[in-house]
């Protein structure tokens, strides 16, 4: 099976190999070459074709400074750790990272509940999701207010607006469930979102 630099060698392509991994300094179009895999860590400092391919699955830590082509390949899925400075083309096959709405507490201790609500954040990310939590992003100096009745309600009725956009309602517990969590839970609940509880510690 022929491997990703014995495709540099034979083609006389630059690259330089470190510990963290292998670097290409080029477009590197590998339709046609018979590679099935890439390894990990690997860094194109240009756009990465892989149409058509039989490439199975991308890397690991797996950095493109310009376009990913997926058009037509065997990947049906995206890696967490990618970093892609253009585009992406995905085959009809390849599965999107899924929108997720966090539920976690926010009033209260709200400096202890907004370090959560970060980690929560990065716990999603870290599965492959793409999350949004508007108690984060409303309450924030200048937006609204979340001791104001009035301007909590607006923010609460907005991020449920945005939850229709989202797959999955994830519920994180290690503090509880709050009013306004059991609010989300409920419209996830009557829209039919898919309700997942989960914990950090």
Not at 16 to 29: C, F, I, P
Not at 168 to 184: A, E, L, W
Request: overall charge neutral; hydrophobic content about 35%.
């Amino acid at each position: 099976m022929k491997t990703l630099l014995d495709y540099l060698e034979e083609n006389n392509i630059n690259y330089t190999e470190s510990k963290d991994g292998l670097t290409v300094g080029r477009d590197l179009d590998l339709v046609d070459t018979g590679i099935t895999e890439l390894p990990n860590g690997l860094t194109v400092w240009g756009h990465l074709y892989l149409v058509g391919t039989d490439v199975t699955e991308l890397p690991k830590n797996l950095t493109i400074w310009g376009t990913l082509n997926l058009r037509g390949s065997s990947v049906t899925e995206l890696p967490k750790c990618l970093s892609v400075g253009g585009k992406i083309y995905i085959s009809k096959k390849t599965k999107q990272m899924k929108l997720v709405i966090i539920e976690s507490p926010f009033a209260g201790d709200v400096e202890k509940n907004i370090e959560y609500a970060r980690k929560c954040m990065k716990d999603c990310f870290n599965r492959g999701e793409f999350p949004f939590a508007s108690h984060l992003l409303y309450t924030q100096k200048g937006v609204l207010d979340d001791n104001c009745p009035e301007e909590r309600k607006i923010g609460i009725n907005a991020g449920l607006k945005w939850g229709e956009h989202a797959e999955s309602t994830i519920v994180y517990t290690d503090y509880g469930i709050s009013k306004g969590m059991k609010k989300g839970i409920n419209d996830a609940f009557i829209k039919n979102r898919k309700i997942e509880y989960r914990s950090l510690y």
